[in-house]
């Protein structure tokens, strides 16, 4: 009865490559999250989108882009990898964007550029 | 700009110590907090949420917080910690859409 899930778990690849990471939720929420937590633990916003549309757009590189194709899946693109984007990348959901609302979080996937 | 400020990086204790967490942020105007935990090898759960009404909260595990408006603070206490608390934890903070993370803190608890 996984609520939020994310895929692959692991991501080993090289630099330049092109990576897709999954995020699925099946708990009728309406937003969905992506963040970044680095090897430092800090975890950091990148991106939301509330019901498919983008509503928090953090200073990140314009090589992830994040798609929406509908309100359960949240999956997030990133071009040209880089070192410096080795890091846990966590998915989440909420009921709604505002508010007192508690986001759930995904497994993680933790992406390792070689 | 918005910040949340985490006291302690490491904090390691042993079982049946008590543990207070401390939490900092920056935002003036109305802020929803929260306690999430990490469990080595897993994702973050809630432990405990802030939004209105009684500043002292409590969560899951015996977990519980207060809310000090004038000291911008949200300290997270557990009387007697055991060894399954061993975790990292963070405070964040809500305001407009975004939740904004604290660096975190490992706990360690000792058998």
């Known amino acids: 009865d996984t609520a939020v899930s994310q895929t692959p778990k692991y991501l080993v690849t090289q630099m330049g490559n092109d990576k897709s990471i999954k995020c699925e939720q099946n708990l009728g929420h309406d937003t969905m999250y992506w963040y970044k937590q680095d090897s430092k633990k800090f975890l950091k916003i990148m991106f939301s989108y509330n019901n498919k549309e983008l509503i928090i757009n953090e200073t990140v590189p314009n090589r992830f882009s994040p798609k929406s194709p509908d309100k359960a899946h949240l999956n997030l693109h990133i071009n040209s990898l880089e070192l410096g984007d080795s890091a846990v990348y966590f998915c989440?959901?909420?009921?709604?964007?505002?508010?007192?609302?508690?986001?759930?979080f995904g497994p993680g996937t933790r992406l390792t550029v070689l | 700009a918005q910040s949340v400020s985490q006291h302690n990086h490491h904090v390691i204790l042993s079982e049946a110590a008590s543990l207070e967490l401390g939490c900092n942020y920056s935002?003036?105007?109305?802020?929803?907090l929260f306690w999430y935990v990490q469990y080595p090898g897993q994702h973050l759960q809630l432990l405990l949420k802030?939004?209105?009404?009684?500043?002292l909260v409590k969560g899951i595990k015996g977990f519980e917080a207060e809310f000090i408006k004038s000291k911008f603070s949200f300290n997270l206490r557990k009387p007697s910690v055991q060894w399954s608390d061993t975790a990292e934890y963070f405070c964040a903070v809500k305001w407009d859409y975004k939740l904004s993370f604290g660096a975190g803190t490992t706990v360690t608890v000792r058998a």
């Open positions: 802030y939004f209105s009404g009684d500043p």
């Open positions: 989440a959901s909420s009921p709604a964007s505002g508010g007192s609302l508690e986001q759930f």
């Open positions: 935002y003036g105007g109305t802020v929803n």
